[in-house]
């Protein structure tokens, strides 16, 4: 098997039948792994459909939020490389047939571009795709969804880490990128993976803790940490205090923000 798709999911019925639609037409093809967190939405319901589905497994209990179900993905998964789909985001069709098709480079991990989308599926401005790998100093350029990772790299840089709620995949991503014997690469070229850009990392909700963990993730591997962006989700966090914050947010994401 060259991919396994690890989709993780939480009361979001409605996102995972997005999510399959990008998957299940080519399930013959890749593993999926679906960790969903004991649901009450009908979401365990749903997952009995897919009991018969060969190259599909299904689990459905407690956890210790996203980063707990990823790791379960992990261990679970056969193929070469992994992908972490979460529920609600989805594969743009023709690019995931290339790269099961094995179209691919040879590196570690592959960040390929992406489409960024407000919840209403409409097209949201995103900051420029990274043109250089060391932009991982100041912020996460690397997407779960668009990146695809080879399966022994969590034999040497650990699974991800339970001490982070919002930023884990940052923290293992500069672990990828400062152990020189792992390779990344960056490819524009291919537009992998349409998502959400109010995920519970970018969200006003969370901006503050999603800020504090930035500055303890940066400071322990670069010893300083990246101001600017502190103030960005400061003021992320402060914008959800304000009625109508979420037309502010689409006026500023256009106007500092650009589409991929």
Known sequence: MYLSIITVTYNNLEGLKNTSESILPLIDS???????????????????????????????????????????????????????????????????????????KNYDMIMYNCRTLYLDRSPAPARAFPNSIHLLKQWACIQHQSTIIRKSVFDKTGLYSLDYKYLSDYDHSIKVYLDQDLSINLDPSLSLAEFAVD????????????????????LKYFGKYNRKLYLINLINSLLGLIPFSDSLKKVLRKLFLSNR
């Open 199 to 218: 995920g519970v990392s970018t969200n006003s909700k969370t901006a503050l803790k999603v800020a504090n963990e930035y500055k303890k993730i940066q």
């Open 30 to 104: 890749c593993e999926w792994i679906i960790i969903d967190g004991n649901s009450s939405d009908g979401t365990k319901e749903h997952l009995k459909q897919y009991t018969n589905l060969e190259n599909v497994t299904t689990i459905s209990e407690p956890d210790n939020g996203i980063y707990d179900a990823m790791n379960k993905g992990i261990n679970l998964s056969r193929g070469e490389y992994l992908n972490f789909m979460n529920a609600g985001d989805s594969f743009i069709r023709e690019s995931l047939e290339k790269i099961i098709s094995k179209k691919t």
